[in-house]
C-alpha cells in the first residue's frame, strides 16, 4: 500500500474530527444554513488539510497543535467549492458524487455558506493562540496568507480569468498554466506554509515546502483535468467548451507528462529534507496514480 494511503487512513479520522468539532450543529439555528455547510464539506480527499498536516508533522510539530488549521484550510477550500459551482460560475449539478450545493439548498442558501465557511476559517485561524497555543504573530502570518492566497492575485483572481476566457481565445501554455495555478495549486501551497508556519519552519524550510506544494497542486489540476474527461463530467457545464483545460488543450498522453514534470518538480523541492518527507513524496505519487 502507497505510504500516503496508510497515512491517509491513520490521519484521516483526526481531520474528520477536527471538521466536525468546530462546524456549528446542524440543529443550531438557522438550521438551513449549517445543515448546508455540514454537506458542502462531506466527502473529499482532504489533500489539502493533509499536506499541512504532513508538513507540520514532517518538521516535528505535534498533530494535535494543527489540526484547528486544517479545519480552517478545508473550509476555505469547501467555501471556493461551492461558489465555482454556481450557475453564475461554473454552472455544475454534480460534486463529489452527489448535487452541489446550490441544487441541493438553492442558490441563496449556498452562496451564505459560502461566506459563512470563509468567516469560520478566519475565526479559527484567529483563536489559533487559544486554542493550539500558536504564537499570535504566526496566526498572524497564516491569516495574511490567507487574503492573499484566496484574492485578487490567487483564487479570486484565477476564477476571474477562468470566466473571462472565451471561445475564440488563443489558450497558450502560460496562460493556462497561470489560471490553474491560481484557482488550484495557490491553495495546495498556502496548506504546506501554514504548517510549516506552526512549525516554526526556517525560510530554507518553508520556501521549499511552498514551492513543492504548488507543483504539486498544479499536477493535481491536470490528472483532475484528465479523470473528467475520460468521465464526461467536462461536458456536463452550461460553460463546456469554454473553461480551459488541460484535456481540452493537449492529448492525454501530453497532458500526463505535464503532470509527470510538475510532479517531478514537486519531488525536486524537497531535495533539502531526507526521510522525514517520504509522506509528501508518497502523496506526489499518489496523484500521478489516479492517473493509471
Same mark, same amino acid.
Given at each position: 500500500?502507497?505510504?500516503?494511503?496508510?497515512?491517509?487512513?491513520?490521519?484521516?479520522?483526526?481531520?474528520?474530527?477536527?471538521?466536525?468539532?468546530?462546524?456549528?450543529?446542524?440543529?443550531?439555528?438557522?438550521?438551513?444554513?449549517?445543515?448546508?455547510?455540514?454537506?458542502?464539506?462531506?466527502?473529499?480527499?482532504?489533500?489539502?488539510?493533509?499536506?499541512?498536516?504532513?508538513?507540520?508533522?514532517?518538521?516535528?510539530?505535534?498533530?494535535?497543535?494543527? @489540526?484547528?488549521?486544517?479545519?480552517?484550510?478545508?473550509?476555505?477550500?469547501?467555501?471556493?467549492?461551492?461558489?465555482?459551482?454556481?450557475?453564475?460560475?461554473?454552472?455544475?449539478?454534480?460534486?463529489?458524487?452527489?448535487?452541489?450545493?446550490?441544487?441541493?439548498?438553492?442558490?441563496?442558501?449556498?452562496?451564505?455558506?459560502?461566506?459563512?465557511?470563509?468567516?469560520?476559517?478566519?475565526?479559527?485561524?484567529?483563536?489559533?493562540?487559544?486554542?493550539?497555543?500558536?504564537?499570535?504573530?504566526?496566526?498572524?502570518?497564516?491569516?495574511?496568507?490567507?487574503?492573499?492566497?484566496?484574492?485578487?492575485?490567487?483564487?479570486?483572481?484565477?476564477?476571474?480569468?477562468?470566466?473571462?476566457?472565451?471561445?475564440?481565445?488563443?489558450?497558450?501554455?502560460?496562460?493556462?498554466?497561470?489560471?490553474?495555478?491560481?484557482?488550484?495549486?495557490?491553495?495546495?501551497?498556502?496548506?504546506?506554509?501554514?504548517?510549516?508556519?506552526?512549525?516554526?519552519?526556517?525560510?530554507?524550510?518553508?520556501?521549499?515546502?511552498?514551492?513543492?506544494?504548488?507543483?504539486?497542486?498544479?499536477?493535481?489540476?491536470?490528472?483532475?483535468?484528465?479523470?473528467?474527461?475520460?468521465?464526461?463530467?467536462?461536458?456536463?457545464?452550461?460553460?463546456?467548451?469554454?473553461?480551459?483545460?488541460?484535456?481540452?488543450?493537449?492529448?492525454?498522453?501530453?497532458?500526463?507528462?505535464?503532470?509527470?514534470?510538475?510532479?517531478?518538480?514537486?519531488?525536486?523541492?524537497?531535495?533539502?529534507?531526507?526521510?522525514?518527507?517520504?509522506?509528501?513524496?508518497? @502523496?506526489?505519487?499518489?496523484?500521478?496514480?489516479?492517473?493509471?
Amino acid at each position: 500500500m502507497n505510504t500516503f494511503s496508510v497515512y491517509l487512513q491513520t490521519k484521516g479520522p483526526l481531520i474528520e474530527s477536527a471538521l466536525d468539532r468546530y462546524l456549528p450543529p446542524s440543529t443550531r439555528e438557522p438550521t438551513a444554513l449549517h445543515r448546508c455547510m455540514r454537506y458542502s464539506a462531506t466527502g473529499g480527499k482532504r489533500l489539502r488539510p493533509l499536506i499541512t498536516l504532513g508538513v507540520a508533522e514532517m518538521l516535528g510539530c505535534d498533530a494535535e497543535r494543527v @489540526l484547528p488549521t486544517c479545519a480552517a484550510i478545508e473550509f476555505i477550500h469547501t467555501h471556493s467549492l461551492i461558489l465555482d459551482d454556481l450557475p453564475c460560475m461554473d454552472n455544475d449539478d454534480f460534486r463529489r458524487g452527489r448535487p452541489t450545493s446550490h441544487r441541493q439548498f438553492g442558490e441563496s442558501i449556498a452562496l451564505l455558506a459560502a461566506d459563512a465557511l470563509l468567516n469560520l476559517a478566519i475565526c479559527l485561524l484567529g483563536t489559533n493562540h487559544r486554542l493550539a497555543g500558536i504564537p499570535p504573530e504566526t496566526a498572524l502570518d497564516i491569516i495574511r496568507e490567507v487574503g492573499e492566497t484566496v484574492g485578487t492575485d490567487g483564487v479570486i483572481g484565477g476564477q476571474m480569468a477562468d470566466l473571462a476566457f472565451l471561445p475564440s481565445s488563443e489558450v497558450t501554455a502560460t496562460i493556462l498554466e497561470r489560471i490553474h495555478v491560481d484557482k488550484t495549486a495557490r491553495l495546495f501551497r498556502l496548506s504546506a506554509r501554514a504548517g510549516a508556519l506552526i512549525a516554526q519552519a526556517k525560510p530554507a524550510q518553508l520556501e521549499g515546502v511552498g514551492a513543492y506544494a504548488e507543483r504539486l497542486g498544479l499536477a493535481f489540476q491536470i490528472v483532475d483535468d484528465l479523470l473528467d474527461h475520460a468521465d464526461g463530467k467536462s461536458d456536463a457545464s452550461n460553460r463546456s467548451g469554454v473553461e480551459p483545460s488541460y484535456a481540452r488543450s493537449y492529448s492525454p498522453l501530453v497532458a500526463r507528462d505535464l503532470a509527470v514534470e510538475a510532479t517531478s518538480r514537486a519531488l525536486d523541492s524537497l531535495s533539502r529534507f531526507g526521510e522525514e518527507a517520504r509522506v509528501l513524496r508518497a @502523496l506526489a505519487r499518489y496523484n500521478l496514480e489516479r492517473a493509471s
